[in-house]
């Protein structure tokens, strides 16, 4: 309840930095809408149209009363309802986010395990040795060496050019996902293209999430460890398989914690992944949007990753009231 007490002036205060700082960017888009032969009159008439002529503080009242109707703009570039545009391009967004954490988790988790019960051993220090990789390794650079080595060099992989094959045609749209659609759909040539240009940008993110993951689980398990409750259990002689369930029982809550505030915190790292591989998600109209100066989409988007932080924190509080039931006390 707090978490949605707190929502409203969140989204006012996000709402209204964002704005700010595209104005203050001094990044004029109606120029560019009005072409390069447009007159002084002409641009003056497009800003007009466009309320930009306006002091910001009457821009951003006009802003939010729109919103508060459910209308976020129309996208200078496209011309379409930003709020449409959004809706039709987050199944792509989060099909490569949940897939990417998920697989990214799945090799961090154990991973950090392991390297905190094996501490010393080389297994940690591999795990260790990953984790700096993943963490140095610019994104952008990361999604740009796997379609160089996996699609020009070795061959084994579809160019990055988007979800599907050009040569083929979109399933028809049920969850989103262009996997699961042609699944649905028998369609079994367009599932295996789409798992096929799935699998590098959802390696690229796994990567990004599986470094902190590992540093961090490595770091909380140690934690655990070296509790007194954990000393005691080795004092009377537990068996070490029992005392390795302690351990994991007690990290489960700080895991589950860090893992959903990475989730939330990885939209803008997906973005950069969208955008290498022409993914057609939100995140790379967003960053498009931005480059481009639209401001009614990059509003939008900031808004939507709000939304989802938030709902990513809200999921992970009651995951970890489920294992933790004491946490409501505190």
Known sequence: MRR????????????????????????????????????????????????????????????????????????????????????????????????????????????????????????????????????????????????????????????????????????????????????????????????????LPVVCVAIATAAPVVSQVRAIVLGVLGTDHISYARAQGLPHAMISRIALRGAATPVVTFVGAELAGLVGTTSLIEYVFAWGGVGQFGLEAIIKGDFAVVQGYVLMLALFSVAMFLIVDLMVLALEPRAALR
Do not use: K
């Not at 700010?20 to 641009?43: C, K």
């Not at 545009?85 to 897939?99: H, K, V």
């Not at 019960?117 to 220090?125: E, I, K, P, Q, V």
């Open 4 to 199: 949605l007490a707190l929502l409203a002036p969140l989204l006012l205060i996000i709402g209204f930095l964002t704005f700010a700082l595209l104005r203050m960017g001094g990044q004029d888009p109606t120029a560019m809408l009005a072409g390069p032969t447009a007159t002084i009159e002409e641009i003056n008439r497009l800003r007009a149209d466009y309320g930009l002529d306006q002091p910001m503080p009457v821009q951003f009242g006009i802003w939010v009363g729109h919103v508060l109707q459910g209308d976020l703009g129309r996208s200078w570039i496209t011309n379409r309802a930003v709020l449409g545009e959004l809706i039709d391009r987050l199944p792509a967004t989060l099909e490569l986010l949940l897939c990417g954490v998920a697989l990214g988790a799945l090799l961090g988790i154990p991973a950090g395990m392991v390297a905190a019960f094996r501490r010393g051993r080389f297994a940690d220090f591999a795990s260790r040795a990953l984790a700096l990789f993943g963490f140095s390794i610019p994104t952008y650079f990361l999604a740009l060496s796997m379609l160089l080595i996996f699609f020009y060099v070795l061959e084994w992989s579809p160019p990055g050019m988007g979800r599907l094959s050009l040569m083929l045609t979109p399933p028809p749209r049920l969850t989103g996902s262009y996997t699961l659609d042609a699944l649905l759909a028998g369609d079994g040539a367009a599932a295996r293209s789409a798992f096929s240009q799935l699998i």
